[in-house]
């Protein structure tokens, strides 16, 4: 009977690979940050196709909002990763620039901002349809600009309804991007994998990483519970 | 440009339906069994069952707030990790090679759904109108009656959307469970895609799969609760 069975679990061991693995804490606050301010962005274009009912782009926005829900989302990083570069290639491989060189972050970034675009378009819309349409035909009826109303009726009650849902989907991010070292990008799981397959201990590894993530939803929790309650005065 | 190899995509395709039988065990078996604990869990907290509620709220919390793959690769290695070292101080001759991988997957699979299930449960218990809940207490009936007859019945219609966004939670989380070797949907994919150097294809193929079956579920969980509500007349 060998030692090494036994000595499947050390807290002292917890505590030794803890520093490395918050020392790349930053690299899933990057992905995270990155696809959430891209995912803003693409989700107010898409909000405004559905809300003005674009036609063609508002039934392309149907399929692409049906997939990203209907799909797993360690399948569409692999689609992201392995598809866009051979599917790109074409248009950048003239300037002379190799997709097949570009950081797997990039891709995680991609995936994750389309994902998160297609939830926070949904918000959107919801949050915009929530505004009591009465205010609406006030606002008309007192002569305001559909513009004035969009920007001073229905954008600032919109976002308030909108801060419980943004918070569920930012920690739904924060968890979704834990994937991103299954694609070689080197975040807290990445450095755990190569600490284990220098020393054959990956449990005390992931349990840091736990601690981590842990700590982090709960905090982004709080800060979203805050929020609404400091801004529960404008409903 | 790419060459879109489309007698591998089908071939994949032809892969991905015959997993669907496993794909659909991973998030069948922890929906039903998240569905009894999380509904025996969820009554404990609304009825503030003293230490029980506080511990019950722990672990949902704790569930939740970890990532599925980091909870699929704790367990992996604690329980074998642990397992070995119980057998060889026991001087026993089984290793964790012997547990079938898949079970690992399901019993993490079933405490995610029993977490996810006993937040949804209570919100749907609490949904009911408290004026039954005080009428059925007034006269005489027992907590265990009061759910069976009162609650549930009312609760589980109401809560079927969001069921059945649960179910579909669970079969793209069944996904992640390649990353301790079972071979699912996606993983049984991956495998051919890997021998092959083929990968848009196959992760093509497992995508549409799974878009098809959740939107399959989505259509019948709709269908369930507009015929439900009907006969209950809402």
């Known amino acids: 009977m060998d030692s090494s069975s036994t000595d499947f679990f050390s807290l002292d061991r917890v505590v030794a690979y803890f520093p490395q693995i918050l020392s790349k804490l930053p690299v899933t606050l990057n992905i995270v940050l990155w696809s959430l301010a891209l995912g803003l962005l693409l989700a107010l274009v898409i909000a405004a196709i559905r809300i003005f009912k674009v036609p063609v782009l508002n039934q392309l926005s149907s399929v692409f909002i049906s997939f990203t829900r209907g799909t797993p989302q360690i399948v569409q990083v692999f689609l992201v990763f392995y598809g866009l570069p051979a599917l790109l290639s074409p248009l950048f491989s003239p300037l002379g620039v190799n997709l097949n060189h570009v950081d797997a972050t990039v891709f995680v970034i991609i995936t994750f901002a389309l994902a998160a675009s297609a939830s926070l378009a949904v918000m959107f819309v919801g949050a915009y349809q929530a505004v009591d349409k009465g205010q609406v035909e006030a606002a008309l009826s007192i002569g305001m600009m559909p513009s004035q109303l969009f920007r001073r009726v229905i954008v600032p009650q919109a976002l308030v309804i909108a801060i419980p849902e943004f918070g569920n989907n930012t920690v739904a991010l924060l968890k979704g991007t834990s994937v991103a070292f299954t694609v070689g990008v080197i975040d807290m799981l990445g450095i755990v994998s190569s600490i284990g397959a220098r020393t054959y201990h990956f449990l005390e590894g992931y349990v840091g990483a736990a601690i981590i993530y842990l700590v982090l939803c709960l905090l982004l929790g709080r800060i979203f519970a805050l929020l609404e309650r400091r801004f529960a005065i404008y409903r | ?234």
């Open chain 2, 1 to 234: 440009m790419y060459q879109f190899d489309f007698s591998f995509f089908v071939s994949e395709l032809q892969v991905a339906f015959t997993y669907i039988p496993v794909t659909l065990l991973l998030a069948c078996v922890p929906m039903v069994v998240g569905l009894v604990i999380g509904g025996l869990l969820a009554a404990v907290r609304v009825q503030h069952v003293p230490i029980a509620s506080q511990l019950i709220a722990l672990f949902v919390l704790l569930v939740r707030s970890l990532p599925i793959i980091l909870l699929l690769l704790v367990s992996y290695y604690g329980f074998t990790g642990g397992f070995d070292a119980l057998t060889s101080m026991l001087d026993l001759s089984i290793n964790s090679a012997q547990v079938p991988i898949l079970i690992i997957a399901i019993v993490v699979l079933c405490i995610i759904a029993i977490a996810f299930l006993t937040e949804t449960m209570r919100a749907a218990f609490q949904s009911v109108d408290t004026g039954q809940i005080e009428a059925a207490r007034s006269e005489g009936m027992t907590v265990g009656s009061l759910y069976r007859r009162v609650i549930v019945p009312q609760a589980l219609p109401m809560a079927i959307p969001i069921l059945g966004n649960v179910l579909i939670g669970l079969i793209q989380g069944s996904a992640l469970v390649y990353i301790i070797g079972v071979v699912d949907l996606l993983n049984a994919t991956k495998i051919q895609a890997n021998i092959n150097y083929r990968y848009i294809e196959a992760y093509l193929a497992a995508a549409l799969v799974y878009w098809f079956l959740c939107f399959l579920i989505e259509k019948a969980s709709d269908l369930l609760s507009q015929r439900v509500n009907r006969s209950i007349g809402w």
